[in-house]
């Protein structure tokens, strides 16, 4: 019977091949055996700190060995890893560690100029639940009896009687807390079990291909779904795991070709920038064989540009799902898989739920997409009313995504149900519209949202960055639309932006951009 233990199934690696490469980090190479030593010494000082399965530790840290040697000691101990990113604001992280009644931090000493001991010493002072703080960095200085140096911790492990992986039922034990990127109100913490992440990972693998040959960089943020995603699948396939502290095109180009990387997995405009960056077209991308493209819609343009150099395939998920739900394979008809997410993991369920009725439709009907099977969270952390509400009473959680099924399953995702345009009483699905924008050549991205009026109900408001240089009007966009969908669809309005407001995970803050095009009109 497989285990979906995170802890066992690493151990299975370490058997079978110890000296191979794990982690590429810099000027770092550990093989899974170091990997794994340091995982073990960091278990057993963290069981002498008095951690234990369940309690939830807190990980604020960029991409970089520490967090996927803290995730290992966790999984190993049947703790609870609460990855959270770097880049929040006091108040933020405040209320994210408070909600996840976390009782240890792991940080970096310093980032971006702020001194993490100084903001850490404050919350300390105003979490009860928070006891001790783990330093990730070279600083030589004294701690008090609640802060410790990560690397002194793994010492002193070291000296200690290892730590035998923890006995938890992978089906309702939690491997990891993630909190959501909160567009729509507070962040909620989705609970993830060992076989929530472990199976879809194992399952997503196995679509790609995924062996122990594969070299996989990993340069999407590890505190995200799509980074937990990325490390375990590449553990539990034994294959290398190349860090990208943080994402940048060039320096991205330069890890594909001296670490000769196979496997890319970034989210659209992940992509979209590493084909823009200058050298592009002149750098050796012949090792790169797969991966995924996932995290915001994918157009039909995108995806046929990347497959020129990297043959990827196209996902559908969710941090509640683990995240993957759909994905096409490589023996899918071409054109389902452009236009499509593909089709349900082997183990998933999905159906479309009647708006107006909640009852499960068949193939072929506009409805909110919904997901049952080994993959969906266990529920919202300490919110036992709104789990309630995600699900359907035949256990089915709705994902809040417009979605059509085909006969033969496959997935064909239309936007989210709450960014649903209603003009004049018609139905808009802004995807269709940001997708055609981006086909005109002076367009670099867009996003259509609706604003409220009093005759229509809404109006539809086209957000255009436009590519540097071009000149463009809102009246040529509009005229641009007039053959391609019906007259009720053309947007009433365009407004240019040189940026737009992002989650943490790179998603466009929809409400916000509406609130802005809102006001301006309300000041005019």
Request: glycine content about 10%.
């Amino acid at each position: 019977m497989t285990s979906y233990r995170l802890a066992d199934l690493f151990a299975q690696r370490i058997k079978q091949h110890p000296d191979r490469e794990c982690i590429v980090f810099g000027s770092r190479r550990l093989t899974y055996g170091q990997v794994d030593a340091d995982a073990e010494a960091l278990a057993a000082a963290l069981r002498d700190l008095g951690i234990e399965a369940g309690d939830r530790v807190a990980v604020e840290l960029p991409n970089q060995v520490e967090w996927v040697v803290a995730m290992l000691a966790l999984a190993r101990l049947g703790a609870v890893l609460v990855p959270l990113s770097p880049s929040l604001g006091y108040r933020e992280l405040k209320y994210q560690m408070r909600h996840a009644e976390a009782s240890m931090a792991i940080a970096v000493e310093s980032l971006g100029g702020l001194d993490q001991v100084e903001v850490f010493d404050e919350l300390i002072g105003e979490l009860p639940d928070l006891q001790y703080l783990i330093l990730v960095g070279q600083e030589d200085f004294w701690y008090d009896d609640r802060v410790f140096q990560f690397d002194g911790l793994v010492k002193r492990g070291k000296r200690r009687h290892p730590v035998e992986p923890a006995e938890i039922d992978a089906d309702g034990s939690p491997l990891a807390i993630l909190y959501t990127s909160g567009t729509t109100g507070k962040p909620k913490g989705v609970v993830l079990t060992h076989r929530n992440l472990v199976q879809d990972a194992l399952a997503t693998g196995e679509v790609l291909g995924l062996t122990e040959h594969d070299r996989i960089l990993a340069a999407v943020p590890l505190f995200t779904i799509f980074g937990v995603h990325v490390v375990v699948m590449t553990l539990l396939v034994g294959g290398t795991l190349v860090l990208q502290e943080e994402f940048d095109p060039a320096g991205s180009l330069d890890l594909i070709e001296v670490e000769e990387i196979t496997v890319f997995h970034g989210v659209t405009t992940m992509f979209e920038l590493l084909m823009r960056e200058r050298s592009f077209g002149s750098r050796r991308l012949s090792t790169l064989r797969t991966g995924i493209v996932a995290g915001s819609p994918v157009s039909e343009d995108l995806v046929r540009r990347i497959r020129e150099w990297c043959n990827v395939q196209v996902a559908y998920g969710l941090t509640e799902t683990g995240p993957t739900v759909t994905i096409t394979r490589q023996e899918d008809p071409l054109a389902l898989r452009e236009t499509t997410v593909g089709r349900a993991l082997d183990g998933v369920e999905v159906k479309v739920v009647d708006l107006k009725t909640g009852d499960l439709h068949g193939p072929e009907a506009v409805g909110e997409l919904a997901v049952r099977g080994s993959n969906v969270m266990k529920g919202y952390y300490r919110m036992p009313t709104e789990t309630r509400r995600s699900f359907t009473e035949g256990g089915f959680f709705l994902t809040g995504d417009l979605a059509i099924i085909d006969e033969d399953g496959y997935v064909t995702v239309l936007g989210r149900r709450s960014e649903v345009i209603i003009r004049g009483g018609y139905n808009i699905f802004p995807r269709e519209l940001e997708d055609i924008l981006r086909t005109h050549p002076a367009v670099d991205d867009a996003c259509a949202v609706g604003v409220p009026n009093p005759i229509l109900g809404e109006l539809i408001c086209a957000c255009v960055i436009p590519i540097e240089g071009a000149i463009v009007t809102g009246d040529e966009l509009r005229e641009f639309f007039r053959d391609q969908v019906a007259d009720y669809k053309i947007p009433d309005l365009v407004r240019f932006f040189d940026t737009f407001p992002l989650t943490g995970s790179g998603k466009v803050k929809r409400r916000e951009l509406a609130q802005v095009v809102g006001l301006e009109l309300s000041a005019t």
